[in-house]
Nanobody
């Protein structure tokens, strides 16, 4: 079992930055594809970004590409998301997730964090 705990969410003005962190415990995450997904009020959960277990490949949703950066530190069992130039439409609960699959689709993740709220004011 892997337990995931996110932190770093908060309220920020448009154009500002936040850095989310996800700390894993229970098992090393080095062989898991790690990802961030988000869910805005009244909307379905959507993919934001993912990073391969080796860390050499990253994937981004078009809406965040060039503004968000995902990274991982397998030695510390952590996942991070640097979010720059935030927009009001980035407002959502952000979830950290881990998958044993190389290319998980949709909600094909084995473990989920509880989520952290990000609110971007205009």
């Amino acid at each position: 079992q892997v337990q995931l705990v996110e932190s770093g969410g908060g309220l920020v003005q448009a154009g500002g930055s936040l850095r989310l962190s996800c700390v894993a415990s229970g098992r090393t995450i080095r062989r898991y594809t790690m990802a961030w997904l988000r869910q805005a009020p009244g909307k379905e959960r959507e993919f934001v970004t993912a990073i391969s277990w080796i860390g050499g490949s990253t994937y981004y949703a078009g809406s965040v590409k060039g503004r968000f950066t995902i990274s991982r530190d397998n030695t510390k069992n952590t996942l991070s998301l640097q979010m720059d130039n935030l927009k009001p439409e980035d407002t959502a609960v952000y979830y950290c997730a881990a998958s044993a699959k190389a290319t998980p689709q949709g909600d094909e993740y084995d473990y989920w964090g509880q989520g952290t709220q990000v609110t971007v004011s205009s």
